[in-house]
C-alpha cells in the first residue's frame, strides 16, 4: 500500500449507490472498505441481524471484488492500527445516530484530526438531519403529522447525484478477507431456515424496490393493513442495513403520481426519519419511557405468559400467527405487529422493554430507533403515542384483517380446517365443528391464556393508577 490510501468504514451503508461517503473516499485516493464488528457498543446485535448482516457483507465483497476488509474489536483502536501501518491519507464514513455512535464517532473524529488525519462523516441514512428539523420555537417536535407535513412534504424535489463506482480502485489485505472472522454464525439450522425465503443485498434490495412501485404501492394506503396481501415493500431490513436509501427511495417514490398511496408511503417512510429524530433528541428512548407517568405502571413479571407470547401459544390466532411467521421469517407485517404488542403489553400487562427486547433478537430490521419508538407508541408511553386504552382486540382484528384466514393458516396449518367464523375464536366453535376441523383445543392448539374483556378490563384499571 504505497499509494495514497483512504479509509472507507462501512457501516450501516452497505452500498455503493448513492453513498456519500464512499464518493467522497474515493477522490484523487485509493480506497480501503472496512467492515468493523465493534464490540464496544452499548447493544450487540440480535441473533437474526447477525444473519442478515452476514449475507449482505458478503454481496457487498462481491460488488467490489472481494475487497472488503473485515475487522473484529474496538472500532479506535482498529484504525488507528491502520493509521499507523499504512499510507492513509483519510478516513470517510456515514453517521450512525445510536447514542453510543455518536459518542464514539465523536471521540475517532477528535483523535484523527489531532493526528492531522483527514476525516469526514456524512448523511448516509436519513433524508434529514435530525437537528435540521426544529419547531418554530427552536424546540424538537413530539408529535408525528406537523414533524412530516411542516418539515418533510414541504421539501423541494432533489436529485440524487450519481457517481461511476466503477473506475474505483479498492485496495485490501488478504489477513483481512475472511468474513467467517467477524463470527457473525453458529450454523444452526434455524440460521439457514430464517434467511432463505430473501434475497439480501444492494441488487435485491433495487429490484424489491423496482416490483413494489410498479405493483405493491398503487393500493398502497389500505392494502398495506392485509397481511395477506402484497401491498408492503418488505424493504425494511434492506434500509436498515442501508442496502438501499431512503432518499433513493423518497426521490423514486416522489417521481410518480401523487396520490393517497404515494403520499402515505411518503409518510411511512418519514414514521423511520421520526423513530430516528427522537431518538437523537431524547436519547433515553430505548430505555426510558417519555411519558414519565408510565414509570409508575403496575406490570405484571409472568414469565409462563411471556413464553408463550414468544413461541405462539397464546390460544388468539391472529397473535400465534404473527409470533410464528417472525420467528420463522425474521419479518413480521406491520399490522401483525402492532396487535401482538398490544396483546403483550396491554392484555398480558408486560413491560414494553421485554417484548422489543425479543424483537430486537428476531426481526431482520431490528433497529434501535424504530423498534424503541414503536413499542413505546403502543404502550402509550411515547411522545406521539397511541392513547392507552386503545386496545387491539385479536378476534375483531383478525376478522378484519385477515378476511380469508390466508395469512393465519399460513402460518397456523393445524387450523387450516377451521372455518372463517371460527378461525379466530376456535374455543367458541361447537364440539362437530372443532371434530370436523382435526383441532382438539388444548392438544394441537392451545386454548386462550388468558379472557380477552376481562384482560381489557385489568389494562383500563391498570392505566386508571397512574393517570
Known amino acids: 500500500m504505497e499509494k495514497n490510501i483512504n479509509i472507507l468504514w462501512f457501516r450501516k451503508d452497505l452500498r455503493l449507490r448513492d453513498n456519500p461517503a464512499l464518493k467522497a473516499a474515493a477522490k484523487n485516493a485509493d480506497v480501503f472498505p472496512i467492515y468493523i464488528n465493534d464490540d464496544n457498543n452499548e447493544r450487540q446485535m440480535g441473533a437474526a441481524s447477525k444473519v442478515w448482516l452476514h449475507k449482505s457483507l458478503k454481496a457487498l465483497s462481491l460488488s467490489i471484488g472481494n475487497k472488503l476488509n473485515y475487522f473484529n474489536g474496538k472500532a479506535e483502536d482498529i484504525i488507528l492500527h491502520l493509521i499507523k501501518n499504512y499510507n492513509i491519507r483519510g478516513v470517510y464514513w456515514n453517521r450512525c445516530y445510536e447514542p453510543s455512535s455518536?459518542?464514539?464517532?465523536?471521540?475517532?473524529?477528535?483523535?484523527?484530526?489531532?493526528?492531522?488525519i483527514k476525516v469526514e462523516s456524512f448523511n448516509g441514512s436519513l433524508i434529514r438531519e435530525p437537528w435540521e428539523v426544529l419547531k418554530d420555537d427552536n424546540t424538537p417536535y413530539k408529535v408525528f403529522t406537523p414533524f412530516f407535513k411542516k418539515s418533510y412534504l414541504t421539501l423541494e424535489n432533489f436529485k440524487i447525484k450519481e457517481f461511476d463506482v466503477s473506475k474505483i480502485n479498492?485496495?485490501?489485505?488478504?489477513k483481512y478477507s475472511d468474513i467467517k472472522s467477524l463470527k457473525l454464525l453458529t450454523n444452526s439450522a434455524w440460521e439457514n431456515e430464517v434467511i432463505n425465503l430473501w434475497k439480501v443485498g444492494e441488487a435485491a434490495a433495487s429490484q424489491k424496490a423496482k416490483d413494489f412501485f410498479e405493483e405493491g404501492i398503487l393500493e398502497y394506503k389500505e392494502g398495506r393493513n392485509y397481511p395477506a396481501k402484497n401491498n408492503v415493500s418488505r424493504l425494511s431490513p434492506h434500509i436498515h442495513f442501508g442496502e438501499i436509501s431512503p432518499k433513493r427511495l423518497w426521490v423514486e417514490t416522489c417521481e410518480l403520481e401523487q396520490n393517497k398511496n404515494t403520499i402515505h408511503f411518503l409518510s411511512e417512510i418519514c414514521w423511520r426519519e421520526f423513530s430516528y429524530y427522537l431518538l437523537y433528541h431524547?436519547?433515553?428512548?430505548?430505555?426510558?419511557?417519555?411519558?414519565?407517568?408510565?414509570d409508575n405502571f403496575p406490570w405484571v413479571d409472568n414469565n409462563d405468559y411471556f413464553e408463550k407470547w414468544k413461541k405462539g401459544e397464546t390460544g388468539y390466532?391472529?397473535?400465534?400467527?404473527?409470533?410464528?411467521?417472525?420467528?420463522?421469517?425474521?419479518?413480521?407485517?406491520?399490522?401483525?405487529?402492532?396487535?401482538?404488542?398490544?396483546?403483550?403489553?396491554?392484555?398480558?400487562l408486560i413491560h414494553w422493554r421485554k417484548g422489543e427486547n425479543y424483537f430486537w433478537d428476531c426481526l431482520f430490521d431490528a433497529d434501535l430507533a424504530n423498534n424503541s419508538a414503536g413499542w413505546q407508541w403502543v404502550a402509550g408511553s411515547g411522545t406521539d403515542a397511541a392513547p392507552y386504552f386503545r386496545i387491539f382486540n385479536p378476534i375483531a382484528q383478525g376478522k378484519k384483517f385477515d378476511v380469508d384466514g390466508s395469512y393465519t393458516r399460513k402460518f397456523l396449518p393445524e387450523l387450516k380446517n377451521m372455518p372463517n367464523e371460527y378461525l379466530f375464536n376456535p374455543w367458541e366453535a361447537p364440539e362437530l365443528v372443532l371434530k370436523e376441523a382435526n383441532v382438539t383445543l388444548g392438544s394441537n392448539y392451545p386454548n386462550p391464556i388468558i379472557d380477552i374483556k376481562l384482560s381489557r378490563k385489568n389494562a383500563l384499571n391498570a392505566y386508571e393508577k397512574i393517570k
Open 102 to 116: 455518536i459518542s464514539r464517532d465523536t471521540k475517532i473524529k477528535r483523535i484523527l484530526m489531532d493526528k492531522n
Open 170 to 174: 479498492y485496495v485490501s489485505e488478504t
Open 282 to 294: 431524547f436519547p433515553s428512548l430505548p430505555k426510558k419511557n417519555l411519558q414519565t407517568k408510565f
Open 317 to 348: 390466532p391472529i397473535i400465534d400467527a404473527g409470533m410464528k411467521e417472525l420467528y420463522s421469517t425474521g419479518y413480521m407485517h406491520n399490522r401483525v405487529r402492532m396487535i401482538v404488542a398490544s396483546f403483550l403489553v396491554k392484555n398480558l
